[in-house]
């Protein structure tokens, strides 16, 4: 039989792209151990390490650790357990990209602050501290962090040391009582009605839109069924029905086309027959015919056009109707203003059950009501749409 080494050794890189040697040994039950590092890049080096820390009885960690030494794994997508647990029940998944924000907020703004603390030194008044310096840093793109950054780093500190008590490794969590900023979001706007009818006006297509479908049939989509801009790149030929868009999958940026992963994303729409009639006509035009190609294509059949293009172009289009770059920017009216103009559009109309089915919203009270709910069920929605989209 082969004997079981009391440790394992393996690479990790760096942000720089050097790779760094961790270890994991085993507990007094057992289980593995939190990664650790040798601070060694040769093998050798890092074994020889590693049997300095077992012969001197350091190879464990110690029970009061330094903050930095106990998030090791944390928020690192096939690592953390927290991470792995919600991917695991499946209710309340997480997404990767919320995980790697997370993890970034984690390296950028907490460990600099609190990596050197141990666990037990970590005091209320020292989070409050922490968070109100934090109005002071700046962020990638050399602005100032906003109170809403701010506050989602604050977020990601709450939820390790809320799953440190629940688990038993804290007696107490220090960010508890630590309070948020208050957050001065913009509101977001959207076009008046005589505006947006202007913008799908089907006869200035070329005039306002360049004569650009792809770019007015995707506007036209968002507006009239509220889909994110995501899930309107990821829509695939397959899923455009018979008066209604089966939305199955988002398109990410940094990860390509995902499956949703959170109920209730997965999603049936009724459109009026004017959307029905151009995303028919865009497919039918399209060089790319295969059931699983998209759409909204943009380098392939498999890539849609991308987030900065579909920008200018729409922007491009409100001079074209009358309102200037700088009304816009004013007015705060972007893509995703699709969304809230849906939202104001049908709110009151319907029932808010309906709508939060359309636009994705859930709470975890309704979903079994939600579920029951099938595209025939949506009449008094698509009358709607066709009384304001077609006139």
């Not at 997370?102 to 970590?122: E, F, K, M, T, V």
């Not at 962020?139 to 109170?147: E, G, I, M, N």
Request: contains cysteine.
């Amino acid at each position: 039989m082969r004997h079981k080494e009391p440790f394992t050794i393996f690479p990790r890189k760096t942000k720089n792209g050097k790779a760094v040697l961790y270890f994991r040994t085993y507990n007094e039950d057992g289980n593995r151990t939190t990664a650790r590092s040798t601070g060694q890049t040769n093998k050798a080096a890092a074994r020889t390490y590693v049997t300095e820390l077992l012969k001197s009885g350091n190879i464990l960690p110690k029970k009061n650790p330094k903050f930095k030494d106990y998030i090791e794994n944390w928020w690192r997508w096939d690592e953390c357990p927290y991470v792995l647990g919600k991917r695991a029940r499946g209710k309340n998944k997480i997404s990767r990209t919320y995980v790697e924000s997370c993890r970034s907020y984690l390296d950028r703004h907490i460990l600099p602050y609190l990596g050197n603390y141990r666990i037990s030194a970590i005091k209320t008044r020292a989070i409050e501290g922490w968070l109100l310096d934090l109005r002071n840093k700046h962020s990638r793109l050399k602005t100032p962090l906003s109170p809403t950054t701010i506050n989602q780093i604050l977020m990601t500190l709450k939820i390790i040391f809320k799953e440190g008590v629940r688990i038993g490794d804290f007696s107490f969590d220090p960010t508890a009582t630590v309070l948020p900023l208050e957050e001065n979001r913009e509101v977001k706007s959207f076009l008046n009605p005589d505006e947006i009818k202007k913008l799908f006006n089907e006869k200035k297509i070329q005039e306002t839109w360049g004569g650009d479908l792809k770019h007015y049939t995707l506007n036209l989509l968002a507006a009239s069924s509220g889909m994110r801009l995501g899930e309107c790149q990821g829509l695939q030929n397959q899923y455009v029905q018979g008066g209604y868009i089966d939305v199955r999958f988002v398109w990410i940026r940094k990860y390509g086309l995902k499956e949703w992963p959170k109920k209730g994303s997965k999603r049936k729409i009724p459109i009026p027959s004017k959307t029905q009639a151009h995303l028919s006509e865009l497919i039918a035009l399209s060089p790319y015919q295969e059931a699983d190609d998209l759409i909204f294509w943009g380098v392939s059949g498999k890539k849609p056009m991308d987030n900065k293009i579909i920008s200018t172009a729409l922007y491009d289009a409100f001079c074209k109707i009358g309102v200037s770059e700088e009304q816009r920017k004013e007015r705060n009216v972007t893509f995703h203003s699709w969304r809230y103009f849906y939202n104001s559009f049908l709110r009151g109309k319907v029932a808010d059950v309906k709508l939060q089915h359309l636009t994705g919203h859930r709470t975890q009270e309704m979903t079994d009501h939600y579920t029951s709910f099938r595209i025939e069920d949506f009449e008094d929605v698509i009358r709607i749409q066709e009384n304001f989209f077609n006139r």
